[in-house]
């Protein structure tokens, strides 16, 4: 009995004090949710896929006050990073059993009906096979006489080891990221017409204003627009912010001094070849390679609609701190390494006679994936503490890791009734609570958290 008593005062304790921190937070989160006649300005930092998805599931939701305005802020141009370089795999399967599996499911759904609406070309499903490295085609030509024979691409005809599916086409597909946030945007354009994109970096919030008893008041975002020099300073009026700005977003910490953000960027190359020469259509089936100790690489072979082949799974990884980041390390300029493209390209040639004799590559290039430390997003509100209740509503959608563009529409979808309903109910999202990095028993402002390595992991 007494031990009960016990663990219902600490309960009781931890509850109240969670409560605490987060009480003017919730505040303002209803408040959004609940002053929906008058019409909005939302700021979205970030316009990657990520972003733009927020943006667009905002831009046409039913709670959506008439006259509302969703400013799209992107330090660069859009798509620009991991949006513009990634491969657009997506798997609906891949998370069952952990706290992203909705995740998968709605956004490989949402993605399937979108790609209709929004007339997307890259977008298929597709089969994926296992291959091991080998040092001859005995591997290959007996995958070829067995019930995988349909699915093996004419261009795998190199040596491999052992091949075995992964997925028939059922539950996994592929879609070219950037096509995809260009087309929610021409979308949006033609239609609700209700997004504008300004590109600047964003530098803080601007906290001007203070209410009656002295508190500063969120009002906005502050970003130095692209082209001019640093000390050009201007302010985009907001009563709710989104930061979804990938790897990046853990600068947000330091905007607000309320949350720790934990983040690493795992830098990674990967290439494009062009389609072969006088070959054949590209076969539809990607690859999902062992690790090749001859070249270091753990190859993920992803043929396009268009002909090309993209390839990941290079190797040789940087991995970037929360504080580099913070500083926008790699955000301007993100090469890829001349080693791990000549190793991707030799692995590549093993398994493929016909790239070996005719290929020929259209581009390298090099990104980074957003990584928490526990591999889980950061989906959900800010808090803010120590700000005025009149300040706007702030939230967070970042650190998907190699899953961004999959789960895409789903949290964009997510983070759009968390705005404007006040819940997501599409998405459980509190196992990706921005706050769990956070020391609940001292929520102030300006505290800093190093973010530690994920490795190469999904």
């Given at each position: 009995?007494?031990?009960?008593?016990?663990?219902?005062?600490?309960?009781?304790?931890?509850?109240?004090?969670?409560?605490?921190?987060?009480?003017?937070?919730?505040?303002?989160?209803?408040?959004?949710?609940?002053?929906?006649?008058?019409?909005?300005?939302?700021?979205?930092?970030?316009?990657?896929?990520?972003?733009?998805?927020?943006?667009?599931?905002?831009?046409?939701?039913?709670?959506?006050?008439?006259?509302?305005?969703?400013?799209?802020?992107?330090?660069?141009?859009?798509?620009?990073?991991?949006?513009?370089?990634?491969?657009?795999?997506?798997?609906?399967?891949?998370?069952?059993?952990?706290?992203?599996?909705?995740?998968?499911?709605?956004?490989?759904?949402?993605?399937?009906?979108?790609?209709?609406?929004?007339?997307?070309?890259?977008?298929?499903?597709?089969?994926?096979?296992?291959?091991?490295?080998?040092?001859?085609?005995?591997?290959?030509?007996?995958?070829?006489?067995?019930?995988?024979?349909?699915?093996?691409?004419?261009?795998?005809?190199?040596?491999?080891?052992?091949?075995?599916?992964?997925?028939?086409?059922?539950?996994?597909?592929?879609?070219?990221?950037?096509?995809?946030?260009?087309?929610?945007?021409?979308?949006?354009?033609?239609?609700?017409?209700?997004?504008?994109?300004?590109?600047?970096?964003?530098?803080?919030?601007?906290?001007?204003?203070?209410?009656?008893?002295?508190?500063?008041?969120?009002?906005?975002?502050?970003?130095?627009?692209?082209?001019?020099?640093?000390?050009?300073?201007?302010?985009?009026?907001?009563?709710?912010?989104?930061?979804?700005?990938?790897?990046?977003?853990?600068?947000?910490?330091?905007?607000?001094?309320?949350?720790?953000?934990?983040?690493?960027?795992?830098?990674?190359?990967?290439?494009?070849?062009?389609?072969?020469?006088?070959?054949?259509?590209?076969?539809?089936?990607?690859?999902?390679?062992?690790?090749?100790?001859?070249?270091?690489?753990?190859?993920?072979?992803?043929?396009?609609?268009?002909?090309?082949?993209?390839?990941?799974?290079?190797?040789?990884?940087?991995?970037?701190?929360?504080?580099?980041?913070?500083?926008?390390?790699?955000?301007?300029?993100?090469?890829?390494?001349?080693?791990?493209v000549e190793a991707a390209k030799n692995a590549f040639k093993e398994m493929s006679k016909t790239y070996k004799d005719l290929g020929e590559?259209?581009?390298?290039q090099a990104c980074m994936r957003p990584c928490p430390p526990d591999a889980r997003p950061y989906l959900g509100a800010i808090p803010t503490?120590?700000?005025?209740?009149?300040?706007?509503?702030?939230?967070?959608?970042?650190?998907?890791?190699?899953?961004?563009?999959?789960?895409?529409?789903?949290?964009?979808?997510?983070?759009?009734?968390?705005?404007?309903?006040?819940?997501?109910?599409?998405?459980?999202?509190?196992?990706?609570?921005?706050?769990?990095?956070?020391?609940?028993?001292?929520?102030?402002?300006?505290?800093?958290?190093?973010?530690?390595?994920?490795?190469?992991?999904?």
């Open positions: 009995m007494i031990m009960f008593v016990v663990a219902s005062l600490l309960l009781l304790e931890y509850s109240s004090a969670l409560a605490f921190s987060s009480a003017s937070s919730s505040r303002r989160l209803m408040m959004s949710a609940t002053t929906s006649a008058s019409p909005k300005n939302i700021v979205v930092v970030g316009g990657g896929v990520q972003g733009t998805s927020v943006a667009f599931q905002l831009s046409r939701h039913e709670k959506l006050p008439s006259g509302s305005k969703i400013t799209l802020l992107e330090a660069k141009e859009i798509a620009s990073a991991a949006s513009g370089k990634g491969g657009g795999f997506m798997a609906r399967s891949w998370g069952d059993g952990g706290p992203t599996q909705k995740l998968h499911h709605l956004a490989f759904d949402m993605y399937e009906e979108l790609s209709k609406e929004l007339k997307l070309e890259s977008y298929r499903k597709l089969p994926v096979l296992s291959v091991s490295p080998g040092d001859n085609s005995k591997g290959l030509d007996r995958a070829k006489k067995s019930s995988l024979g349909d699915i093996i691409p004419s261009w795998l005809n190199g040596n491999t080891g052992s091949i075995s599916p992964l997925g028939y086409g059922d539950d996994t597909a592929q879609v070219t990221p950037k096509e995809f946030v260009e087309k929610m945007l021409s979308n949006v354009k033609e239609n609700q017409d209700n997004i504008e994109v300004v590109l600047g970096e964003c530098v803080g919030l601007d906290t001007s204003e203070t209410d009656d008893e002295g508190e500063p008041i969120i009002t906005g975002v502050k970003y130095k627009p692209r082209g001019k020099s640093d000390e050009e300073i201007e302010t985009i009026e907001a009563d709710t912010i989104i930061v979804a700005a990938g790897p990046w977003a853990c600068a947000a910490e330091d905007w607000f001094g309320t949350v720790s953000l934990p983040m690493e960027g795992v830098k990674s190359t990967s290439i494009v070849w062009k389609n072969p020469s006088g070959s054949d259509a590209v076969d539809a089936t990607a690859l999902f390679c062992g690790e090749d100790y001859r070249f270091s690489t753990h190859l993920e072979v992803y043929p396009r609609p268009d002909g090309s082949i993209y390839i990941c799974g290079i190797g040789g990884s940087d991995y970037i701190s929360t504080e580099d980041l913070k500083k926008g390390a790699f955000r301007e300029e993100c090469l890829a390494k001349e080693d791990r590559l259209d581009r390298v503490p120590g700000f005025s209740s009149s300040s706007a509503a702030s939230y967070i959608c970042s650190g998907m890791n190699c899953w961004g563009i999959a789960w895409a529409p789903a949290c964009g979808l997510s983070m759009a009734e968390l705005v404007l309903e006040g819940h997501s109910k599409s998405i459980d999202l509190r196992p990706f609570d921005p706050t769990r990095f956070t020391q609940k028993s001292k929520v102030g402002r300006g505290r800093k958290r190093r973010g530690e390595s994920v490795g190469e992991q999904w």
